[in-house]
T-cell receptor, first 119, second 109 residues
């Protein structure tokens, strides 16, 4: 099946620094990728939709300037958490659909996630 | 905010028993998907049921969809200790997935 990778798998940083997380589709092209955040024992919350060649679409309540998304190619999207603070500590997961049929996405493939800890 | 709610929030059963998880949603869907997540890991797609389907099987998994009640259920038969994980339903509409609150399943050996 399709594989999505994320790098790094975990990162610890000091408050005020910026952290970049990469999401790659390894064996397929993804014009769209999605970024989620998950707090402990909670569900996934969609943060933004990353679109190749255009600006990302952010969900309500997600700060665009804090969570910078760049979809540089058909296989790579990056999420940069700028000026990270302890409350940004979370599990960040990306996903990519492999098929766009009849106007809607089918199965999505998820990356293994990146655990961010801000001290 | 989350569109789907799941119940129960947690479920503990003995190996060999069946596990049933329910999911409700509020708005129309293209399809509904079920995912599994082991602790601290990414999500694994289990099964997708389209809005015009009522039931779908995959191995020990059985999913039903009732669009009139806006609800779905996931049944895992003959559970195994390895089925211990969190299970999420995800509503597919408007080109995005909206996840339910999840059910934490513990299968005791």
């Amino acid at each position: 099946g399709a594989v999505v990778s994320q790098h790094p798998s975990w990162v610890i940083c000091k408050s005020g620094t910026s952290v970049k997380i990469e999401c790659r589709s390894l064996d397929f092209q993804a014009t769209t990728m999605f970024w989620y955040r998950q707090f402990p024992k909670q569900s996934l919350m969609l943060m933004a939709t990353s679109n190749e060649g255009s600006k990302a679409t952010y969900e309500q309540g997600v700060e665009k300037d804090k969570f910078l998304i760049n979809h540089a190619s058909l296989t790579l999207s990056t999420l940069t958490v700028t000026s990270a603070h302890p409350e940004d500590s979370s599990f960040y997961i990306c996903s990519a659909p492999t098929d766009l049929t009849s106007g809607h996405y089918n199965e999505q493939f998820f990356g293994p996630g990146t655990r961010l800890t801000v001290l | 905010s989350q569109q789907g709610e799941e119940d129960p929030q947690a479920l503990s059963i003995q190996e060999g028993e069946n596990a049933t998880m329910n999911c409700s949603y509020k708005t129309s869907i293209n399809n509904l998907q079920w995912y599994r997540q082991n602790s601290g890991r990414g999500l694994v797609h289990l099964i997708l049921i389209r809005s015009n389907e009522r039931e779908k099987h995959s191995g020990r998994l059985r999913v039903t969809l009732d669009t009139s009640k806006k609800s779905s259920s996931l049944l895992i038969t003959a559970s195994r200790a390895a089925d211990t994980a969190s299970y999420f339903c995800a509503k597919d509409s408007s080109y995005k997935l909206t996840f339910g609150s999840g059910t934490r399943l513990l299968v005791r050996p």
